[in-house]
Every structure is written in C-alpha cells, then in structure tokens.
C-alpha cells in the first residue's frame, strides 16, 4: 500500500468512475497500445476472450462517454466496426493507469505499460 493513502483517496476524485470495471480497462487498455488504428471488435472480442454481448454493452459506454470512436469499416468484403481511443479516452485512461498503479504501490515499468 503507499505511504499516503489519504493522498491517493483525495486524488480517486480525478478517476471517472465508470470505466472502473476490468473489462472497460481491458478495452481502453488495448486501444490505447493500438493508437489511432484501432480494432475491429472481432479481434477485440478475440484479444480480450470476451462475449458479444459483454463486448458491445461496454464498447457502446466508451463509444457515449466520448472514450471510443467508431467507424464503418469493410474488410474481405464484410462490414464491420472498427473502434479507436479518442483523445478524451486516453487521457482518461492515463488518469485511472496512474492512480491504479498509486494505489497499489507498483512502479517502473508495470506503471509504465
């Protein structure tokens, strides 16, 4: 645990709250790595071994909160949605990354994925 615990409460008031589930992070996480080019949620679905349904129900969150964008996108001849990390998306991300790694005392390069 960090020496300052009352500091890293004081500073959860910066953390959206609502990307606050694993899978959610797992998501902004993975995007983030991918830059601007995003994914399709295939390989989302593939990459992070979740259900369409769990997939596409927090995709559609981040896609409101302005955490995500997305596009049409047809590739071998299919239509699919391709999602990307907004700016906003990783600027959050970074917040959450950085209080996380706070909270639980970790440092070098675990903090720094």
């Known amino acids: 645990m960090p020496d300052d615990l009352i500091t890293v409460v004081e500073e959860s008031e ?8 694993r899978v959610r992070l797992e998501i902004l996480w993975a995007l983030s790595e991918l830059g601007e080019d995003g994914a399709t949620a295939r390989h989302l679905k593939a990459g992070l071994n979740l ?10 969150k981040l896609v409101g909160l302005g955490y995500l964008r ?3 996108v047809t590739l071998e001849g299919k239509e699919l949605e391709l999602y ?4 906003e998306g990783l600027l959050a991300w970074q917040r959450v990354r950085s209080w996380l790694c706070k909270l639980l005392g970790c440092g070098g390069e675990l903090c720094e994925r």
């Not at 910066?14 to 589930?21: E, F, G, K, L, R």
């Not at 259900?51 to 559609?60: F, H, P």
């Not at 990307?84 to 700016?87: D, Y």
């Open 84 to 87: 990307a990390i907004t700016r």
């Open 14 to 21: 910066d953390v959206d709250s609502t990307i606050i589930s």
């Open 51 to 60: 259900s369409d349904g769990v997939l596409y129900a927090n995709l559609k």
């Open 70 to 72: 997305s596009e049409k």
